[in-house]
């Protein structure tokens, strides 16, 4: 695994900075969460009391920290960096603070995406007359193109959420209930090395034709396809996500007829992974092929999402968006077919844009995986 110099370089605000110019903001103010974490290593906790790192277009970074969150700040990655700590007590107020030291020369500064609505109002009565817009416009382009470094992280996501699928059958079988096989999958995505355990979906029967259908009491029984789509986040702060379907005794014709549309569609997708493709087009390789089959009213979600220190993230691959894949791009390509009333089906990997085309990180068979 990449050491933290290298997942989270010391050069990123820099790179942050001079994009804030480019796009005609002052500063970027990002509070806890994936960004903060992407421009400093730090996974400050999320609290009532402000955390925020105030990256001026130019002039020098600082974090503002509540003052008894300075020594994890501190002997944390952004420990290390080039940057100025600012500790604050109780009795101050940190959006003044923010104010006073940027709000002389600041006209327009992006707040991060995910940053509270409290904090966002406080922090626009700190800076009046500062025009706020969105710091994700700037953040997410350079997010989007993975370091060699953060696509090692996510191969080792990869491998350890395929550990979790291969041992699937030992939990898997008729009279159990998807929430007693979800507890099983959860326990086994933390022994297989990740941190937290984000979501898992074990979909039986007619809850496979709802996609984000989680856990139930539905006992599963012998015949039902079973939709198992699981995935957490790693030490490194990189996320898995996979997804593949089985089967507890010989699966419907009609069922496999479907699958097998999908595994075709899926297939083509994947090996359609190149740069200058663009993200509708990748998306319209698997629907046509599930269209052309007689399934396109029951293909009802983009094709993919990003991925990285979230689970989803820029890009999406969907219908109407032209941009052009690049290298370093990390993405789900995971076509369904549902089919309300009786089950679905998706098939999930993450993939990688590369210089010449695409590598699927989740190498676990894709065929449906009959018990």
Known sequence: ????????????????????????????LVTPG????????YQALPLERLTCLVAPASGEPFLVVPLLEQPAAEASPAGALDLEIVGWRETEDPYRLIGERIGGSARRVGVDNHMWAEKVLALR??????????????????????????IEALRAAGAAIDAVHAAVGDWLRPGRTEREVGRDIADAILAA??????????????????????????????????????????????????????????????YLRAFGVLLAAQTAQCESIRPGITAERLDAVGREIIAEAGYGEQFIHRTGHGIGLETHEEPYIVAGSARPLEPGMAFSVEPGIYLPGLYGARIED?????GTGGERLNLTSRELRVL
Request: net charge negative.
């Open 1 to 28: 695994m990449a050491h933290d110099a290298e997942l989270y370089p010391a050069d990123r605000i820099v790179r942050a900075q001079k994009a804030a110019a480019a796009a005609g903001l002052d500063a970027l």
């Open 34 to 41: 994936p960004d903060l974490r992407y421009l400093t290593g």
């Open 125 to 150: 009565d700190a800076l009046p007359g500062v025009e706020q817009a969105l710091a994700g416009e700037v953040l997410g382009a350079l997010r989007m193109r993975k370091s060699a470094a953060e």
């Open 193 to 254: 090395g990740h941190e937290t355990v984000d979501f898992v979906i074990v979909a039986s029967g007619p809850n496979g034709a709802s996609p984000h259908h989680e856990v139930s009491d539905r006992v599963i029984r012998a015949g039902e396809p079973v939709v198992v789509d699981i995935g957490g986040t790693m030490p490194s702060g990189y996320c898995s996500d996979s997804t593949r379907d089985y089967c507890v005794g010989e699966a419907p014709a009609d």
């Open 350 to 354: 993450i993939a990688v844009c590369t």
